[in-house]
């Protein structure tokens, strides 16, 4: 079975802080993703890597940044914590030429103060 | 703004009936269509995936695409308790690399 984990569950920080997301995939997926979920609006995408170093913005890039320096690995970074961050974040992974089967982590829910 | 819209419900079904999601997208060119389920504190799961126009059925469930009408449903036949859960439909859009667009969802209640 494809494992997407992420590094912690709950979080809570505070307004300013610079935030770090872990998300690591064991399936060698080429793909991965970071998504929030917010309740109305469904999942957004904030950022996707296809590969090692690269990256590309989602629908709603501002605010993050990301970082893939390993294949196995996707990190998402909010560089200054606001409350409007406060959200459920998914990471996700896929191979290529799949059509976007997602596999999703348990996903991590980021409260901010 | 490439849209997936849905019917937030809920959507309440008794236990044995056919439960029928529905999802309309707005981007013409969009070529591969997926359903996931997600249940209550948990993340979602795919379960079904259409890229052709018709029907797909694997088990209990079918989906169904109309890439005329933009349109595409999820259909649970024999609906227990255990489908219980909010269903998002995702669309892959055209002209961008590995971008999904999901809905809202829809929550489905199938009661006893």
Redesign the interface.
Known sequence: DVKVTQSSRYLVKRTGEKVFLECVQDMDHE?MFW?RQDP??????IY?S?DVKMK?K?DIPEGYSVSREKKERFSLILESASTNQTSMY?CAS?F?GE?????????TQLSVL | QKE?EQN?GPLSVPEGAIASLNCTYSDRGSQ?F?W?RQYSG?????IM?I?SNGDKEDGRFTAQLNKASQYVSLLIRDSQPSDSATY?C?V?ISGG?????????TRLAVHP
Request: hydrophobic share 40%; proline share 4%; aromatic share 22%.
């Open positions: 793909n998504y109305g609006l469904g999942l957004r995408l996707f296809y590309e989602g998914l896929s290529p059509g976007l089967k997602l596999f999703f982590g348990s996903g | 997936v937030s591969s997926f996931y948990k993340s979602p799961e795919l995936f890229y998002l995702a892959k690399y590995n971008k999904l667009i999901f809905g809202a969802g």
